[in-house]
Structures are given as structure tokens and as C-alpha cells.
């Protein structure tokens, strides 16, 4: 009897093997019945991308702008505006003033 069970050991542990593989096919983590969630994390990510790429182009056409050889007198009146402070005599100007003490 003892050498029956031996033939069917290594069987047995075969298909055991071929059932981990498989459950571990369909739920892993690149598994077949997680491609939705691949998806939609692609999805996620493509959009970021797409954003980051249009900050990115803009930023790039700012710099260049601001460069010696290339210089935009329109950017450069709004950065001299926007960090001295300044503004033309027919801008509107609203005062906001804050209140630190709020919220303490």
C-alpha cells in the first residue's frame, strides 16, 4: 500500500503546484481579474500626465519668454508688477485685508 501512496505523491504535488499558479493567475496582483483596476489606474495616470505635460509646455514658454534673447516686455511688466507691487494707474486695485488672528 505504501508504494501506491508514493506514485501518487508526486501527482498530487504536481497538481497542487498547477492550483497555486492558477489561483495565483486570476487574483495576483497582475492577475486576469485585475485588469480593471489596471485600467482605470492607467486612465488615472494618463490624465496626470496630459496635465502635467500642458504645465510643463507652459511653464517652458514662460522661461523662454523671460530670457535675454527673447525678452517679453508684457511678461516682464506683469512678474514687475506681480513681486514689486506695483500697478498701471488705470488698473483696478481691491485691498483685501487679512486677519491672522482667525481661526486661533
Known amino acids: ?8 505523491i508526486s501527482t498530487a ?22 485588469s480593471a483596476q489596471r485600467d482605470y489606474t492607467l486612465a488615472v495616470k494618463s490624465a496626470e500626465l496630459k496635465r502635467l505635460t500642458a504645465q510643463r509646455q ?7 519668454l523671460l530670457r535675454d534673447t527673447s525678452l517679453s516686455a508684457d511678461l516682464l511688466e506683469e512678474r514687475a508688477r506681480s513681486l514689486l ?19 486661533g
Open 1 to 8: 500500500m505504501l508504494t501506491a501512496v508514493r506514485s501518487y
Open 13 to 34: 504535488a504536481l497538481a497542487l503546484l498547477i492550483i497555486y499558479f492558477a489561483y495565483h493567475a486570476f487574483t495576483g496582483d497582475q492577475g486576469l481579474l485585475t
Open 58 to 64: 507652459d511653464l517652458e514658454t514662460r522661461a523662454m
Open 85 to 103: 507691487g506695483y500697478s498701471h494707474p488705470r488698473d483696478y486695485v481691491i485691498r483685501i485685508q487679512h486677519d491672522d488672528s482667525v481661526g
